[in-house]
């Protein structure tokens, strides 16, 4: 009986959890489009959903296509973005011993106009390949990387050290048995911000020439030709691309660390 | 109990002195000559206000922290030999189980350590649980139960390597009054069960009274000890702490941390 009722509960929860902001989004979407014909608003200034709407569909196949372009690359410099942020973390974690060092460290590499550097990577690599592209999002997904898992490493509870000193634990033991799995939420925090950040650097790394394929060629290519529609249009695959990202790494992560997001036993 | 046969105390502490930062402006003297000696199977107590040193005479004990002058021996051996032949298991305030495992592989973490076969392994993690009573919560995840729960299972833990010595560092302070005297009693039944050493710190005076054979008082500023107050309860049951006796002792440790005359020599409290 009180279980029904929690369970119930549970699920209404969950649905009055889902439904405000669809509400909200519908709501707003029929306030745009309203707005747009009601004062007879330009396409240049600001297509109507309909509009971006129909040219999504129309542009179906190609849009695919552009996104699968993308979202490769993305994909690429995610995980050797990933894979050097994992290596840099480990060895600064065995250098830099504490914690607070890593902030400051952390907000300098943020200040560095990555993006930037597109255009001198062309150079130094072939323009015409993926190449510049893919080690652009490399570097943007390092720094979360770097930063978040590092702290992981360093931010275990003394007690639990002192647990493992009491065992006589050889440092590196401490590294795989507490360590490294105490990392693992971090690593999925650095993750979910650098997921949908690479698909961001992928895109607009493709506005510095280059392959025309990708989202971000489409999307300045469509300005270019005063076809707003399509420019909005693909704008919002790129971000149905980067939510795509998102959700895969918090689908992994529920599925691997099940203790994430628990209250932390003491 | 049997010291007779056995040749070395279970703890030997002499002339131990803990300075930190010695020798700058912002020295500060934790323990000053602490002489302790502890006999295999005795149950004792350190009590004391805050800044007293007491949590500290543990560590040293369990070189996790170093002695500044003087000496430590565990069943004969120095506290560093002891630490890594595993003589001694610890728990602390907090039960600093690991949320990745589950409560049983978390019994199993110093026996992992070990090297000792997963099979082995796992049959001892099972054992401990079942004398901790949580058998039924050998899958659970740790933030799945209660914080007595947690704690008996970082008990259970302390205890996997069979160490003859236990240091505990007042295990039972985060836990509300009920839970409390109930995991004194499952402590006090382990005991028995398996012949431990215990040395427990402590600030609650009844805690102290009744789970110890002997209760060291301990003074702040400089850390030191101030009088040695013998238990002698007998077998604890549910009335125990309703006794005469119980309250005698729970009154002779509190005039004991009263007792602001600090004399060279410690004054023997009388036996109860």
């Known amino acids: 009986m009180s279980t029904q009722t929690a369970a119930q509960s549970r699920r209404t929860g969950r649905f009055s959890g889902i439904w405000p902001p669809i509400l909200i989004a519908v709501l707003f979407l029929a306030a745009w489009q309203i707005f747009v014909v009601a004062r007879d608003i330009q396409p240049y200034l600001l297509p109507a959903p309909s509009l971006i709407v129909t040219n999504f569909f129309t542009d179906l196949s190609l849009m695919w296509a552009a996104a699968f372009y993308t979202g490769t690359t993305a994909f690429l410099g995610l995980v050797l973005g990933t894979v050097l942020g994992l290596v840099m973390a480990l060895l600064a974690s065995r250098f830099i011993v504490v914690n607070h060092l890593v902030t400051p460290l952390a907000a300098g590499l943020a200040a560095v106009p990555i993006i930037a550097l597109t255009p001198i990577l062309n150079n130094m690599f072939n323009i015409t390949s993926r190449t510049p592209r893919v080690l652009v999002t490399m570097i943007i997904v390092l720094f979360p990387m770097f930063v978040n898992v590092t702290r992981g490493l360093l931010q275990v509870k003394p007690v639990q050290l002192e647990l493992m000193r009491s065992m006589n634990a050889h440092p590196r033991t401490t590294l795989k048995v507490l360590r490294i799995p105490n990392a693992i939420p971090f690593f999925f925090t650095g993750l979910k911000v650098a997921a949908p950040l690479a698909v961001i650097a992928a895109l607009v790394a493709e506005y510095f020439g280059g392959p025309q394929e990708g989202l971000g060629s489409r999307i300045a290519s469509a300005a270019a030709n005063t076809a707003y529609g399509r420019a909005w249009a693909y704008v919002v695959a790129s971000i149905i691309t980067g939510l795509i990202f998102y959700l895969v790494v918090v689908a992994v992560e529920k599925w691997t660390t099940p203790w994430t997001g628990r209250t932390r036993s003491t | ?272």
């Open chain 2, 1 to 272: 109990m049997s010291s007779v046969q056995t040749s070395h105390q279970a703890v030997d502490v002499q002339g131990l002195w803990k300075i930190f930062n010695e020798g700058s402006n912002n020295e500060v003297t934790a323990l000053s000559d602490i002489n302790l000696s502890v006999k295999p199977g005795e149950f004792i107590s350190l009590i004391g206000p805050s800044g007293c040193g007491k949590s500290t005479l543990l560590r040293v004990i369990g070189d996790l922290t170093g002695a500044t002058r003087g000496e430590v021996f565990i069943a004969g051996e120095t506290a560093p030999v002891a630490r890594e032949k595993q003589l001694y298991g610890i728990a602390f305030q907090q039960a600093a189980l690991f949320d990745w495992r589950t409560v049983r592989r978390n019994v199993e973490l110093p026996l992992e350590l070990q090297g000792l076969g997963k099979k082995e392994r796992r049959e001892r993690a099972l054992e401990l649980l079942e004398l901790v009573q949580l058998s039924d919560f050998a899958e659970h995840r740790p933030w799945e139960l209660s914080g007595g729960m947690q704690q008996r299972v970082a008990i259970a833990r302390s205890l996997a390597v069979d160490p003859p010595l236990l240091l505990m560092d007042e295990p039972f302070g985060a836990l509300d009054e009920m839970t409390r005297e109930r995991m004194q009693n499952e402590l006090l039944r382990i005991c028995q069960e398996t012949g431990k050493t215990i040395i427990f710190v402590t600030h609650s005076i009844p805690e102290a009274v009744y789970l110890s054979d002997r209760v060291i008082v301990m003074s702040p500023r400089p850390g030191r000890i101030t009088h040695t107050v013998p238990i002698e309860l007998g077998e604890r049951n549910e009335d125990t702490r309703e006794t005469d006796t119980f309250y005698a002792g729970v009154t002779a440790v509190r005039e004991a941390l009263r007792g602001r005359s600090a004399s060279a020599s410690p004054p023997r409290i009388e036996e109860l």
